[in-house]
T-cell receptor
Framework: DVKVTQSSRYLVKRTGEKVFLECVQD?????MFWYRQDPGLGLRLIYF???????EKGDIPEGYSVSREKKERFSLILESASTNQTSMYLC?????????????????FGEGSRLTVL | EDQVTQSPEALRLQEGESSSLNCSYT??????LFWYRQDPGKGPEFLFT???AGEEKEKERLKATLTKKESFLHITAPKPEDSATYLC?????????????FGSGTRLSIRP
């Protein structure tokens, strides 16, 4: 079974703290994504990566950074957490190949990390 | 700008009462339209991909259809276990590296 594992299901942090959200996939997928999900706004793309050490900004990258040192691991970093970053964070991976032929486009999601910033 | 709009926001049905969920989209060069199911507190789970107008796909009580402007997710004789939020997403553009844009979802509730 394919699996995307997010390190923490629930986190509570204080304003100004540095936050790390870790995501690991065991499917040897090239592509990994970080989304946040808020009521009424749907899933919004923060960052994505098509290869190790490569990253691309999504629609809402401000206040976030990412790291992909290994193919299976994609980390989301909040350098200085703020209350408006309270949200559900979802990691996903896929076989979408940059510049290559399209495939099903299926994203495999983790269970999510619910972050509360006080 | 690529956009996905889902309606209704919420839908309550009686068990066995068939209905449809709508996904309207605007995209430059559709590469794929996707449907996902999301249960509370969990990540979305893939259901279907549709690539071109006229295409249909089925899975148990669900059938997805696609036109040039919208997609429908038809639910036939639903059961309480079909209760979930259903998300629609599109991928446009001319590269398989194009972003996938999600709608806000339809929250479906089936009463026994």
């Amino acid at each position: 079974d394919v699996k995307v594992t997010q390190s923490s299901r629930y986190l509570v942090k204080r304003t100004g703290e540095k936050v790390f959200l870790e995501c690991v996939q065991d499917m040897d997928h090239e592509n990994m994504f970080w989304y946040r999900q808020d009521p009424g706004l749907g899933l919004r793309l923060i960052y994505f990566s098509y290869d190790v050490k490569m990253k691309e900004k999504g629609d809402i990258p401000e206040g976030y950074s990412v790291s992909r040192e290994k193919k299976e691991r994609f980390s989301l970093i909040l350098e200085s957490a703020s209350t408006n970053q309270t949200s559900m964070y979802l990691c996903a991976s896929s076989l979408l190949a940059s510049g290559g032929p399209s495939n099903t486009g299926e994203l495999f999601f983790g269970e999510g990390s619910r972050l509360t910033v006080l | 700008e690529d956009q996905v709009t889902q309606s209704p926001e919420a839908l309550r049905l009686q068990e066995g009462e068939s209905s449809s969920l709508n996904c309207s989209y605007t995209v430059s060069g559709l590469r794929g339209l996707f449907w996902y199911r999301q249960d509370p507190g969990k990540g979305p789970e893939f259901l279907f991909t549709l690539y071109s107008a006229g295409e249909e796909k089925e899975k148990e009580r669900l059938k997805a259809t696609l036109t040039k402007k919208e997609s429908f997710l038809h639910i036939t004789a639903p059961k309480p276990e079909d209760s979930a939020t259903y998300l629609c997403a599109v991928q446009g553009g001319y590269s398989s590296a194009s972003k996938i844009i999600f709608g806000s979802g339809t929250r479906l509730s089936i009463r026994p």
